[in-house]
T-cell receptor, first 109, second 114 residues
Framework: GQSLEQPSEVTAVEGAIVQINCTYQ??????LSWYQQHDGGAPTFLSY??LDGLEETGRFSSFLSRSDSYGYLLLQELQMKDSASYFC??????????WGAGTKLIIKP | NAGVTQTPKFQVLKTGQSMTLQCAQD?????MYWYRQDPGMGLRLIYY???????DKGEVPNGYNVSRLNKREFSLRLESAAPSQTSVYFC?????????????FGPGTRLTVT
């Protein structure tokens, strides 16, 4: 079957750095995406990795290792507004996005 | 620029009732999607439309039908609602090909079936 595994919850302190991991097992792999969702809101796109390595966008970075079927999202200089759920998603061979269950990020002052 | 809009925002149905969820996008995207999200879970794809005139089943299509009315609009119909369909429904759109590009989401419809 197809599955993406990510931690259900991560807690960090404001101003710190946090890493959210994602491992996947899918039928075909055409890229790993990350989305952010605030409570009661819609998912919004954060980043995409099609090839191995690190992609950086401001305070957020995302990493992919296709040989390990693994990726992570790195959030630096955490702000209270970063409190949200973060989802990894993989595009499979059927042109569909398969989503992880999400990681709730709790930030403490 | 409205992006992706959905109506209604909230709906309560009785078991066996039918309804249609409406979705429209103004970004000239070819691909559109319907997802459901249950508490503590990620999104699950119900149906998608790679381009105007085509629709395909996703991971959880049973109990639903869709219509790609034109390039802008993609509707989701529940013919006979069941309590298991209580969920938050999101519509999304993206450039082609489907699944490869960033998806833009509507605000969601919160559906309760009693």
């Amino acid at each position: 079957g197809q599955s993406l595994e990510q931690p259900s919850e991560v807690t960090a302190v404001e101003g710190a750095i946090v890493q959210i991991n994602c491992t996947y097992q899918t039928s075909g792999f055409y890229g790993l995406s990350w989305y952010q969702q605030h409570d009661g809101g819609a998912p919004t796109f954060l980043s995409y990795n099609g090839l191995d390595g690190l992609e950086e966008t401001g305070r957020f970075s995302s990493f992919l290792s296709r040989s390990d079927s693994y990726g992570y999202l790195l959030l630096q200089e955490l702000q209270m507004k970063d409190s949200a759920s973060y989802f990894c998603a993989v595009r499979d061979s059927n042109y569909q996005l398969i989503w992880g269950a999400g990681t709730k990020l709790i930030i403490k002052p | 620029n409205a992006g992706v809009t959905q109506t209604p925002k909230f709906q309560v149905l009785k078991t066996g009732q039918s309804m249609t969820l409406q979705c429209a996008q103004d970004m000239n995207h070819n691909s559109m999607y319907w997802y459901r999200q249950d508490p503590g879970m990620g999104l699950r794809l119900i149906y998608y439309s790679a381009s105007e005139g085509t629709t395909d089943k996703g991971e959880v299509p049973n109990g639903y039908n869709v219509s790609r009315l034109n390039k802008r609009e993609f509707s989701l119909r529940l013919e006979s609602a069941a309590p298991s369909q209580t969920s938050v429904y999101f519509c999304a759109s993206s450039a082609s090909p489907p699944g490869l590009h960033e998806q833009y989401f509507g605000p969601g419809t919160r559906l309760t079936v009693t």
